[in-house]
């Protein structure tokens, strides 16, 4: 499955991965957090095209991010290279053992990420933050939730299949055969229990949650 996800995600970041290049509004506020609280070195877990690995490392952190595309790889260093900033990028599977020491980062954000996957695969990544997490570490997530009625997103437009409870893959468009899980508060605050948690609802209606290891 995992290599169905690459080759979906590949197919995407080179037909629209240059597009990708507006950041999550939050992300300004969180840096602003990162820097009161002294972070130097920032993980971007599930970097993607690098919109916020490139706006991290503008604004000075040591940054590193890690995504399972290697088209996603390619635009972030392009990205890099045009501003003439450097970074630590990897091309690995979040959902597996994170190829850094324990302790290693001050913060880790994952933007529209953690959501792609069956729980069990959630609960790896999740334990991989904490591993490569320093104490008191920082967190910001976001992630799909259940949407308005009203609303009406490529699910309601392709179809869908329950692959499990709350989890499913979408039948057409450019995320065919994706997983998506779709969480809500008390599955966030239940899965991220180590941490102390702020969470909140963007524009985007996905949950974002702010939190510190314990």
């Known amino acids: ?28 506020k969180i840096t602003k957090l990162f820097k009161k609280n ?18 991290l490392a503008k604004c000075g952190f040591d940054v590193y991010g890690i995504d399972i595309s290697n088209e996603g790889i390619k635009i972030t260093k392009r990205r890099l290279k045009k501003q003439g900033l450097k970074t630590h990028l990897k091309i690995g599977d979040i959902h597996k053992k994170l190829p850094y020491k324990d302790n290693f980062f001050d913060a880790i954000i994952s933007v529209r990420v953690l959501n792609h996957g069956r729980i069990r695969d959630i609960r790896r990544a999740i334990k991989e933050i904490k591993r490569v997490l320093k104490p008191n570490g920082l967190i910001f997530i976001t992630v799909r939730k259940e949407l308005p009625k009203k609303y009406i997103p490529r699910e309601k437009l392709y179809g869908i299949k329950f692959i499990a409870p709350r989890t499913y893959i979408i039948l057409g468009g450019d995320e065919k055969g994706l997983i998506h899980y779709k969480f809500n508060k008390e599955i966030l605050r239940r899965e991220f229990k180590d941490f102390k948690t702020k969470i909140w609802v963007d524009s985007r209606s996905y949950y974002c949650l702010f939190g510190v290891l314990k």
Not at 9 to 21: A, L, P, S, Y
Not at 38 to 51: F, H, S, Y
Request: a positive charge; proline letters at 2%.
């Open 38 to 55: 002294k972070v130097k070195r920032v993980l971007d877990l599930g970097c993607g095209a690098g919109r916020h690995t490139v706006y």
């Open 1 to 28: 499955m995992r290599r169905s996800a690459k080759k979906v995600w590949n197919k995407i970041f080179r037909e629209k991965g240059e597009n990708f290049t507006r950041i999550q509004e939050d992300i300004p």
